[in-house]
């Protein structure tokens, strides 16, 4: 195993035993609000310290970006990390939401952790080794016909800035594909793209350390992660739209006149 996914995997463990004790025995959460809807716990925060206290002890030189504690540190070697994605989800006991760790090297996303505490579930990827979950080889759906495609979403409830758009794009998946699911942890949703449990995923307005993972565990898997607007995926620019070719074609085509009319450009 390389090195860093050695150390990745085991401060993202780390942090999953803060996460899972709070969780398992209801400990009381000090919670702030960052904004609407968008919540924070000393638990995120304990978190991220266990994340980048373990890759300090390997990696003292390396920089981090991660949603707590911001940006520190320079170096080639950047790690991205959503200690606890799904925060809205663990406030109310909903038992769905993980850890995102992203290595990136001179700006190239090399390695990708995601991992559920409570199914102890542990997605990997390593760039030119494909993705796993748990040690084995995954690969995204090979679904062709959209009509039975289970496709997932997260709702822009920070920005409301995309909502019309938003709602036009909800309306052609209701109506055109097999099913619709907001799960609400976009890491955990990206991951389950990766190993074929859902055929899609779109979402507005998502943050570097919600998809650094993500987007590496999904191109190792054989997906297409894309900007909605259709170019490149970039980590700073946060509206993505992902699947296998053919059905991130025809989502490409359902989504184009409500990406024109709100001229979401990439
Ligand atoms: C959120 C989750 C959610 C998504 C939001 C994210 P957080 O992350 O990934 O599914 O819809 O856009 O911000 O705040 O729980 O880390
Ligand atoms: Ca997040
Ligand atoms: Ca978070």
Redesign the pocket.
Known sequence: MHPLMNIAIRSARSAGQIILRYYRQGLDLEIESKGPS??VTQV?KQAEEAIISTVRRSYPDHAFLG?ESGSSGQSSVRWII?P??????FIHGFPH?SISIAVEESGVLSQAVVYDPVRDELFTAGRGEGAQLDGRRIRVAPLRDPRLALIGT??P??DKMHLEAYMGMFREVVRDCGGLRR?????L?LSYVAAGRLDGFW?F???P??IAAGILLIQEAGGIITHLGGGPVQLNQGHILTANPTIHRALSTAFAPYILADRIVD
């Open positions: 968008d919540f995120d949603e959503d606890l994605d799904g925060t809205n989800n939401f997260g709702v409830f920070r799960a609400g942890s976009a890491a949703d979402e307005g998502l943050s350390w919600d």
